[in-house]
């Protein structure tokens, strides 16, 4: 619980910054697409510090990808 109640603020502050840099920037740029990226997901986010039987965690993903990494060494041609 004390991990969802400390990184609350953080990503309000996060949210925060990513509305006021989005104004600032060209919305061509790259930067840009990554906020609006972020500020689509934040909801998302912020939802493991509501509910706290929500966990950050990604062991599960990477340990998937870890496989079509291993595997793409393989299908390199010289």
């Not at 990513?18 to 909801?43: E, F, G, V």
Request: charged share 25%; with cysteine.
């Amino acid at each position: 619980m004390e991990h969802q109640a400390r990184s609350g603020p953080v990503l309000v502050a996060l949210n925060a910054w990513h509305k006021a840099t989005l104004r600032q920037l060209s919305q061509k740029s790259a930067l840009a697409d990554a906020i609006r990226y972020s500020l689509a997901r934040c909801d998302a986010l912020v939802r493991h510090t509501i509910d706290e039987r929500i966990k950050i965690n990604v062991t599960a993903t990477e340990r998937a990808l870890h496989t079509v990494t291993l595997g793409r060494k393989d299908f390199i041609l010289p």
